[in-house]
């Protein structure tokens, strides 16, 4: 299969290059175009990340048997991230040197920030950070993101809980402070962009959980955003519970996990959850299936292959659009002039000169304990066990 789109971007390898003089580009020779990745590979995170070079690495193969681009092969050069922040900075700035010419998908959790500071300081493109805080205005403009962070997902939440709900009493419940200081200010922004004021916030933790559940139930709180992953989240909920309360509880999806279907009966149609928006258009979930199957991948960590593998589509489409006397600075152009270009698997993605999140659309589901799922609505109810 060609993994590139071949309409348009086949008249634009047939078309007359410009007879002026092509200026030496990193990463770049006669031949080839090196494209730079890492994430870890051994540690926790191993197996997300050899997921992520498994999914590159086979990409690019595909395409290299196509005959590449303008004749060119694209040769992966993926590194090890390593196991701290430190090291993971250290490793990209070495990779960034090599040098390669342009950067896509790569996975360093905890180190995103730093990895951005490395492209946007050595001038390198990169294309699809698999990231889930984005900053809600990038202003690195070698950065571009694929899918809404939780900045984003949160202001989701709060436009959602808001429709045809704003009489009820709200809060936030903070249970990571280091994830509140990075949505709150998106937050903020989307509670003045409704013209409502800024909840009060409560801090949670085990040792005073019961107190602050007791305030929230005294003060009539209705609706909760509760700031933390689904560890924390089931303590609180537990402690809720057996106060005998259960108001509306807004969260992040891609921090909780299967065991939030667990929660107690009280809860059904009580707990919503933002995700990031997929939309696979007819056919191409089994076009990626196929491709697993074909290099023999398993499906293990689906959401990050998905990524991974659109950064890449995203990626080989702006270089072919760039045409073959392509440089960093016409690869961050054309990605700009990106309009609702289709994976087949992501909602279209745009980008633009103030625009470096490709689709800001999420999904908001309903956690359902009837049914131990997760869907767009749940019964009011759920069923005695």
Not at 114 to 138: R, W
Not at 295 to 315: P, T
Request: aromatic residues 8%.
């Amino acid at each position: 299969m060609l993994c590139w789109n071949a309409g348009a971007a086949d008249m634009r390898v047939q078309a007359p290059q410009s007879k002026k003089p092509s200026i030496p580009q990193p990463g770049v020779t006669a031949n080839s175009i090196t494209i730079g990745s890492l994430a870890p590979l051994t540690g926790d995170n191993a197996d997300t990340g050899n997921a992520v070079k498994a999914v590159l690495t086979a990409y690019f193969d595909d395409l290299n048997q196509h005959g590449g681009i303008y004749g060119r092969r694209i040769v992966l050069r993926f590194a090890e991230s390593g196991d701290s922040s430190a090291t993971t900075l250290k490793n990209a700035k070495r990779l960034a040197a090599t040098p390669v010419f342009a950067m896509v998908a790569p996975f360093v959790p905890d180190a995103e920030q730093k990895l951005a500071a490395v492209a946007q300081a050595s001038k390198i493109p990169l294309v699809g950070l698999l990231a889930l805080s984005i900053p809600n205005e990038p202003v690195n403009r070698e950065v571009f993101y694929l899918l809404p962070g939780f900045q984003q997902l949160e202001q989701e939440l709060v436009r959602f809980a808001a429709t045809g709900k704003t009489a009820e009493k709200t809060a936030v419940v903070v249970a990571d402070s280091k994830l509140q200081t990075d949505v709150a200010p998106a937050m903020q922004t989307t509670w003045k962009e409704l013209s409502v004021d800024k909840p009060q916030e409560f801090v949670f933790s085990a040792a005073k959980g019961a107190g602050v559940i007791q305030d929230l139930h005294n003060q009539g709180i209705e609706r909760v955003f509760f700031i933390g992953d689904g560890e924390q989240l089931a303590p609180w909920i537990q402690a809720a519970d057996k106060a005998e309360w259960a108001p509306r509880v807004f969260v992040l999806g891609p921090l909780l996990d299967e065991s939030i279907l667990g929660a107690p009966a009280r809860f059904q149609g009580r707990i919503f959850a933002a995700y990031p928006q997929l939309q696979p258009e007819v056919g191409a979930v089994d076009e990626f299936d196929y491709f697993l199957s074909s290099h023999n991948l398993a499906s293990d960590h689906r959401l990050v292959q998905i990524s991974a593998y659109c950064a890449a589509k995203i990626l080989v489409e702006a270089l072919a659009r760039a045409g073959k006397n392509v440089t960093r600075e016409k690869l961050i152009q054309t990605l700009e002039q990106m309009r609702d270009f289709r994976t087949g698997l992501l909602p279209g993605i745009t980008f633009g000169a103030n625009r470096r999140v490709g689709s800001f659309k999420a999904e908001i589901v309903c956690v359902d304990l009837a049914s131990h799922s997760f869907q767009p609505e749940c019964s009011k109810t759920a069923k005695p066990e």
